[in-house]
């Protein structure tokens, strides 16, 4: 009995090695089996791997196209300017004699305080807000937009200055009667913008001398102050013309996007503390916006990629009528494998390898030729398309799941047939 133990062990240890190879050799013929059908059968596996390659190439593309658009807008949109701040009036205060600490209406002093207790804050700038009418030249006036501004009121909203120079901080403290036109009113006043240097216009009768043309950087879609015919003059003199203190709005750039939404609510606390209880003020800043143009840029995208899905479906269709017919031409040879031991499990798994082959290829090629066109862009251009690796993931794995899906319904018909009636089959 003490030696017969052992000599048991020894042929259950063998019986498992066994067992253990032939599921390995299965799996590995299994493979070669699905190889050499696609070797013998080429031309047919190419074409309908050639739907796979076209869908995975589009959703690569789509997302490439989606995130490119996306990353405009967004650009876009940022030069207007997301760490900018503007601060409003919105009514319900007057402007009485109690003094300007407690008056509803925008101050510099308000602006002034908002700086003392924040100094993150970069740029700041009141508008002051007028018009008057202008001679345009041939006894045409018209009504222009006149705006006082302090020299950072270029960088807050991204003025580019084509000809000339923008006023500075010893322009503003001397108030100097110095004046930056808008390109259109150059143009249409003077010809030209150059022509506009130094040439001398009359805002309600003070003389002023155009130092500067500007533009803004970026279409604003009417959303500024700005108007096409607008000019800039320091805000120390527009006081004076005036007559009064009060502004229209101020506005307040952050060294920062992230500072932005917490020193917006701090901004409008500061200001409403220097005013009556029932006067009301809006900080608005292009946070928001910028947060509601990338989930719709992200919605869009995904939208595109469901419809370029489609063609990866189409493609797996493909892949379905392929894999039936090859198994009603290889009917017998099914059944010449089930005659000698083979399982529905493995003539099954053989039909979903060879289907998870042709989409994994075609997967594979569409996914190089997705990417060489924006690889291509990047390589011979100065466009910096964006490249998202997770839509090649994404892509791959759509086509390997496409491929067993639409391979089952095949595999699971080559695997029910009967094998004598498939010896049979002429």
Request: with cysteine; charged share 20%; net charge negative.
């Amino acid at each position: 009995m003490t030696t017969l133990a052992p000599n048991l062990s020894a042929p259950m240890a063998l019986g498992a090695a066994m067992r253990t190879a032939r599921r390995r050799m299965a799996a590995s013929e299994v493979l070669a089996i699905a190889i050499d059908s696609f070797h013998v059968n080429r031309g047919q596996f190419l074409l309908t791997a050639l739907g796979m390659v076209i869908g995975t190439a589009s959703v690569i593309l789509v997302v490439t196209i989606g995130l490119t658009g996306k990353q405009f807008i967004l650009s876009e949109i940022e030069k207007i300017g997301t760490n900018e701040i503007e601060l409003e009036y919105g009514g319900n205060g007057s402007a009485g004699s109690e003094g300007n600490n407690i008056n509803g209406y925008l101050t510099r002093e308000d602006e002034r305080a908002v700086l003392a207790q924040l100094p993150d804050v970069q740029y700041s700038s009141p508008v002051a807000e007028m018009h008057d009418r202008i001679g345009m030249g041939g006894g045409v006036v018209k009504e222009s937009l006149v705006l006082g501004v302090s020299p950072d009121y270029r960088f807050i909203r991204n003025l580019l200055v084509p000809a000339g120079r923008f006023f500075d901080d010893l322009d503003d403290s001397a108030h100097a009667k110095c004046a930056v036109v808008s390109e259109t009113f150059a143009r249409r006043r003077f010809g030209s913008t150059d022509d506009a240097l130094l040439r001398e216009i009359r805002i309600r009768e003070v003389p002023f001398t155009i130092i500067g043309v500007f533009r803004q950087s970026v279409s604003d879609f009417g959303e500024s102050e700005i108007a096409d015919e607008t000019i800039l003059i320091p805000y120390s003199i527009s006081r004076y013309i005036t007559g009064t203190n009060e502004v229209k709005q101020i506005y307040f750039s952050m060294h920062s996007m992230s500072e932005v939404m917490s020193a917006t609510s701090e901004i409008e606390s500061i200001v409403h503390a220097r005013h009556r209880p029932n006067s009301v003020y809006h900080a608005v800043n292009l946070t928001e916006v910028l947060d509601l143009a990338a989930t719709i840029a992200n919605i869009v995208t995904a939208v595109l990629v469901l419809v370029a899905a489609v063609t990866l479906t189409v493609g797996g269709v493909g892949i379905m009528n392929i894999m039936l017919a090859t198994v009603r031409s290889r009917i017998r040879e099914i059944g010449i494998r089930k005659a000698l031991g083979a399982t529905r499990l493995e003539i099954k798994r053989q039909f979903l390898c060879e289907s998870l082959l042709i989409s994994l290829s075609g997967g594979i090629v569409g996914s190089l030729a997705g990417l060489s066109l924006p690889l291509s862009v990047r390589l011979f251009t100065s466009i910096d398309l964006p490249i998202n690796i997770w839509s090649v993931l994404i892509a791959l794995l759509s086509a390997a799941t496409i491929g067993i899906l639409f391979g089952t319904m095949p595999a699971s018909r080559a695997a029910r047939l009967d094998p004598i009636d498939a010896l049979k089959y002429e």
